[in-house]
Every structure is written in structure tokens, then in C-alpha cells.
């Protein structure tokens, strides 16, 4: 008998993890609203089903039809804004992995701009079909294959053409830019006003007016952010305040527990998962790089 060619398809290792959702049905209307800026541990999945609201991840801001799907990865700075009285009625996942490898495929669709995906009626039919499956008590085999279906389905949807994100004043883009690659590294916010000519209301006013937050608090964000993917690494909290662009430890443990609700070394020991997503920007403190 005639030997047929074999191929062997290598699989990542799948440790335990945990999968929280909800639907939201609720029949009320919600009124005009700017929801929190926070950030999670978990992938977040945030699926639209009816109604119509914005959603700001990190230095994007993306207008959301019914169909449509945000990926926020783990440490992401987000907020749901509801412009207009609706009804948003959304499903959402949270996602919590325990090993490399599993998700990073699934994660690197923002860095092609494929953060916001329309999975159109038909795909959208089926997710709310996995997600009632889901509910029902199964073998985990099966709940694994609803969750795997699940997230391709996400993945290989088409991004969605209505965003905010190319709004944006261009002078905007350049200082989130500037920010997002050396929030380690710039100390002050007088730097921004001097490089940009731009006026501390000014910058204000642009900061409230597409990200819903201030420019001190965006990028305390990011420096937490950082310092959260530091810790898991297994970083000391003085080093992880440091490597962050913190200047002030004691500040660092204030500022923490009032964001989170623990300390830095409680969050440390809080989760047993490992998060892979590298830090951005976690190049050393420099002086010259100083705003002062």
C-alpha cells in the first residue's frame, strides 16, 4: 500500500483559563454617558448588538454600529462613551490566558488595524448562538471548540470602516505619538507645550474633546500600564516604578492604589496568569529627554 505524506501540525500548549461574558438585554435605554477610563488583565471583547456607542482604546477612538467588535488587549486604557440616548445592548468576553503563545495571534489584530471588526448578521448569529451554548453546562472539549470558534470568527472578520480615529486634529496624532513611545521618558508636560506650541488649555481641550481624559491622567495611564506588565514579569515594585517613568515612588504606590484598589505588590501576587504582551517603550530613563 502506497504511503500517503503526513503532516504534522504543531499546537500551542493550552493551560487552564478563564472566560467571563455577559449579554446585556436590558430593555431601558441608557442615558448620554461617559463611562470610566480602566483597564483589565483580561482580553476584552466588546460586541455590539444594538444601539450605537464610541469606544476609546489607548489613543483610538471608534464609532461602533450593531455587528461590530473592539479587541482590547490586556492593560489597554479604554472607556465605553454613549454620545446620544440608546439602548446598547452588547455582549461582552473577557478572556484571562495562562501561557504564551495561545492568543498572540488573536492580539496582534489592532497592530494591523483591525482593532475594531464588523462580523456582519450572519457571524453575528452565531456568536450569540456560542454564547447561549456556552451557558449550558458541557464537556470542556466542546466549550473549548465554541471558544475557539468564537475567536475566529472575530479574527477573521473584515475591520470596520466608521472610526473616529482618523478625525483626530494631525497635531493630536503627533503628541499621542510622542507619548506612546516615551511616556517613560518625558517628565513633565511643559514638554509637550514647548515642542508642540501648543497652550496647556489648548491640549486640555483636545485631550477632553477625542479621548474623554486629561493629558496628565493618559499618560499616568500608560506608565501604570507599563508598570503592571512589569510587575507580572516578576520585576521589583521599585524597579517597575522606575522602568515606568515614575519619579516619585511613594507617589507611585498612592497613585496605584487609588487607580486598582491594591498596592503594587498586591496586584503582583492578586493573579496566577502570566500577561506576554511586552511593554511599550521600556527603554531606560534618559535625562535629556526631560521636560522641565
Not at 455582549?91 to 489592532?110: A, V, W
Not at 466542546?142 to 472575530?154: G, N
Not at 493630536?172 to 508642540?196: G, R, V
Not at 479621548?211 to 524597579?239: F, N
Amino acid at each position: 500500500m502506497r504511503q500517503e505524506p503526513r503532516k504534522t501540525l504543531p499546537f500551542p500548549a493550552i493551560g487552564d483559563f478563564e472566560v467571563t461574558f455577559y449579554v446585556s438585554e436590558s430593555p431601558n435605554e441608557a442615558q448620554p454617558r461617559i463611562f470610566p477610563r480602566h483597564m483589565h488583565d483580561a482580553i476584552e471583547i466588546l460586541i455590539l448588538l444594538q444601539g450605537e456607542c464610541a469606544f476609546s482604546v489607548e489613543d483610538g477612538l471608534y464609532s461602533m454600529q450593531p455587528g461590530d467588535a473592539v479587541i482590547i488587549s490586556p492593560n489597554e486604557a479604554h472607556n465605553c462613551i454613549l454620545h446620544n440616548q440608546t439602548l446598547f445592548q452588547h455582549l461582552c468576553f473577557q478572556l484571562t490566558p495562562t501561557r504564551d503563545g495561545l492568543f498572540d495571534n488573536f492580539l496582534s489584530l489592532h497592530a494591523s488595524g483591525s482593532r475594531c471588526v464588523s462580523l456582519g448578521k450572519e457571524r453575528l448569529d452565531r456568536v450569540l448562538t456560542i454564547a447561549k451554548c456556552l451557558e449550558e453546562p458541557t464537556a470542556r472539549i466542546q466549550r473549548l471548540y465554541l471558544l475557539m470558534e468564537f475567536l475566529w470568527l472575530v479574527q477573521s472578520s473584515s475591520p470596520a470602516a466608521h472610526t473616529e480615529k482618523a478625525e483626530m486634529p494631525a497635531v493630536l496624532h503627533q503628541i499621542l505619538s510622542d507619548i506612546n513611545e516615551n511616556f517613560t521618558k518625558i517628565d513633565h508636560l511643559e514638554y509637550l507645550h514647548e515642542t508642540y506650541f501648543i497652550s496647556p488649555s489648548t491640549l486640555g481641550r483636545l485631550f477632553r474633546t477625542y479621548l474623554h481624559t486629561t493629558p496628565k491622567q493618559y499618560l499616568e495611564t500608560k506608565r501604570l500600564s507599563c508598570s503592571r506588565i512589569l510587575l507580572k514579569q516578576g520585576y521589583s515594585v521599585y524597579d517597575a516604578c522606575t522602568a515606568a517613568g515614575f519619579s516619585d515612588y511613594s507617589n507611585y504606590i498612592r497613585l496605584f492604589r487609588r487607580r486598582f484598589g491594591m498596592t503594587p505588590k498586591q496586584y503582583q501576587s492578586s493573579q496566577p496568569f502570566e500577561i506576554s504582551q511586552p511593554p511599550r517603550a521600556d527603554t531606560p530613563r534618559s535625562p535629556g529627554r526631560s521636560a522641565r
